[in-house]
């Protein structure tokens, strides 16, 4: 092996060695930068297309940055409002949710709940639904706590704080940079390999980045059309449902089930009929078809390709090794064996063996 092989081969495994110990002792700091490079990917289209405009990389950043809060904050006031006026709704309709469940549920699971009147259900429901209006204090209460005991410490205050913002400061640097990162990242492969790479990289950048934006599109359009749907059958909780099952359908098919399942349930409590869970399996079933025929294709685009099959067994699979975690990650790692088996593939039919020479 060449001395420079070595060297390098050296170099490489004491940077794998250095990580390795970095992410036992600060795998915090790891992940946010992870985050912060996944965010960079994401809006980095948006930062060139406004350069491309003729305005500078900083101001093309910070405008980003402006419209991405602007947006954020927006739609969280929009849904806190819309989810605020739902539960109300709700908490007024709890005793005749009761009556209709007290129908519904068996004898023998009566006894065993210790629920055996319609107003011992009404009052579990209502002190379930208080519960659920005061999540938002529940949650505040660590917060408190962790500025409480920060204060205490100066320096576990700055460290706590740094930890909130190092994610925001390393995607400004990040996206500032971008340019400068991509051509070194670029000039690193040998010369024998680079346009090969080149070619890969490119490639993978195509799939993944046309997947993850073009999904995250598709979960807001699909929650806007499952809240409008189920508010015109009369669904309770119908922005509740809505939302949550356009934000699960980031895991392609879950968001839809889920709907299926709590829109059905809230409809057999509400009108006590088949005419109004049926309404919302057609609208989930109807929504779910356009979503294949047209909002997917137009948006997402041909990027990743895969077969409905291969996708249903990519997440099964991910979901078995790695949890929810394995099912997020389930299709763009099936996306990208994809395009890696393509050049496989290539490579097998112009090989000698292949050809028979």
């Known amino acids: ?71 954020i904050t927006a739609i969280l006031l929009l849904l806190f409002v819309a989810i605020k006026a739902e539960l109300a709704k709700v908490q007024l309709n709890i005793p005749e949710y009761a009556t209709r469940l007290y129908e519904l549920v068996p004898t023998n699971l009566k006894i065993q709940l210790q629920i055996d009147t319609p107003e011992k259900i009404s009052q579990q429901l209502d002190l379930l639904t208080r519960e ?43 996206l500032a940079d971008m340019p400068h990162l991509m051509a070194w990242l670029k000039d690193l492969p040998p010369l024998r390999f680079r346009d090969g790479l080149s070619l890969l990289a490119h490639q993978f950048d195509t799939v993944l980045g046309g997947f993850v934006r073009g999904q995250l599109l598709v979960c807001a359009i699909l929650a806007v059309l499952y809240s409008a749907g189920l508010w015109m059958i009369g669904i309770d909780l119908a922005v509740v449902i809505g939302t949550l099952s356009g934000a699960a359908f980031i895991i392609p098919y879950v968001g839809t089930v889920l709907g299926i399942v709590l829109s059905m349930i809230m409809a057999i409590l509400k009108f006590h009929d088949l005419l109004h869970p049926l309404l919302c399996l057609g609208w989930f079933v109807l929504v779910q078809a356009l979503e294949g025929a047209v909002i997917t294709p137009k948006v997402v685009g041909n990027t990743v390709g895969l077969h409905p099959l291969i996708a249903i067994v990519s997440l099964l699979i991910g979901g078995q090794l790695m949890g929810i975690s394995g099912m997020l990650l389930a299709i763009p790692v099936a996306a990208i064996l994809k395009v890696l088996a393509g050049h496989l593939l290539t490579y097998y039919r112009s090989s000698e063996f292949y050809q028979g020479n």
Do not use: H
Request: hydrophobic letters at 60%.
């Open 132 to 174: 659920f209006r005061g999540i938002a204090f529940d949650i505040a209460k660590p917060v408190f706590g962790w500025l409480q005991k920060a204060v205490t410490s100066t320096v576990g205050f700055l460290l706590n704080l740094l930890g909130y913002l190092i994610i925001p400061i390393y995607l400004f640097y990040l």
């Open 1 to 71: 092996m060449p001395r420079s092989s070595k060297i390098l081969l050296i170099v490489l495994c004491l940077l794998t060695v250095a990580t390795a110990l970095v992410w036992i002792r600060a795998g915090a700091v790891l992940v946010q930068l992870f985050i912060a490079l996944a965010l960079a990917y994401l809006l980095n289209p948006l930062v060139r297309r406004l350069e491309q405009r003729g305005l500078n990389r900083l101001l093309s950043v910070l405008l980003v940055f402006s419209l991405a809060l602007a947006g």
